[in-house]
DNA sequence: ATGTCGATACTTTATCGA
């Protein structure tokens, strides 16, 4: 089975461009980011149209998230638990089987916190405490899980091009990588690191200051795998072509393949 | 040194968020 994140950054500024780079991803299961529509607006029979089962969490202009399966859902909760009046579309969770085997999967946008100092930088590191807690109640169900998504942390000085230009950035504060590494710890497997770790590999690059071909990028992108995902993972890619594509996400896709 | 993109609205350019 690959499961698949991708922050398309608008589904509808680019249903062409997503429509290939999702088709080409031949997962099982995609979890998108961005999708900066309401649940109404998302071109929901587009995809059914090419087999896919929809689950979505919209809101107008920002956020949004969602998540295609190619097998039906079982479950599906939208909103990360743990503060009832956070408006902010960037969490839902669905749960699909496959010969007898449950897979949960969540698609993350987490709070990008820029600018430091202001309430945005303290409301990523709080919705990251409200993941991390559900994250602990997921791995006691001691199921196949997987927590997809943009992240918005750079977890090593080697994944992005310049540590030095990124000092002062909410994405590369010693804080997000701490709440990023205390996710891991409760016993989760970040897939890129498991089947690959290199450095220098990038999942985003911004559209300003030719940062993509000057592959100045970063990689926020990831997939946190429970102790039961860990043992079947095979492998994982990054599709890096699909920011070549014309009109393209500023994020690529990253996948992972499981024994499943 | 500079460089972008998408959504929105008291819109046709400014503002915000990334």
Not at 56 to 85: C, M
Not at 203 to 225: C, E, M, N, S, V
Not at 229 to 246: F, N, P, Q, W, Y
């Amino acid at each position: 089975m690959r499961i698949a994140t991708w922050n398309v950054n608008s589904i509808n500024a680019r249903l062409p461009t997503a429509l290939t780079v999702i088709g080409g991803l031949e997962a099982d299961i995609v979890c998108l980011q961005e999708l900066k529509c309401e649940d109404h607006k998302f071109p929901r029979e587009a995809f059914e149209d090419l087999g896919w089962n929809v689950a979505t969490h919209g809101q107008k202009t920002y956020n949004g998230v969602a998540i295609l399966s190619k097998l039906p859902f079982d479950e599906v909760l939208p909103r990360l638990p743990g503060d009832d009046t956070d408006e902010q579309a960037r969490y839902l969770e669905a749960v699909v089987s496959t010969g007898g085997t449950a897979v949960r999967v969540a698609s993350i946008y987490l709070p990008n916190g820029n600018p430091l100092g202001t309430e945005k930088f303290t409301y990523k590191l709080a919705w990251f405490e409200r993941l991390r807690l559900r994250a602990r109640e997921l791995r006691d169900y001691e199921e196949l899980c997987v927590l997809a998504g943009d992240y918005n942390v750079i977890p090593r000085d080697e994944d992005c091009y310049d540590p030095a230009a990124w000092k002062g950035d909410a994405l590369f504060q010693p804080e997000s990588r701490a709440a990023y590494r205390a996710l891991l710890n409760l016993g989760y497997t970040d897939a890129f690191m498991a089947a690959d770790g290199g450095i220098h590999r990038y999942t985003f690059w911004d559209y300003q200051a030719g940062a993509w071909p000057k592959d100045h990028g970063i990689r926020i992108d990831h997939l946190a795998l429970s102790p039961q995902a860990t043992d079947r993972l095979k492998s994982v890619k990054i599709h890096r072509a699909a920011r070549g594509l014309e009109k393209p996400s500023d994020h690529v896709p990253i996948s992972a393949d499981l024994a499943i």
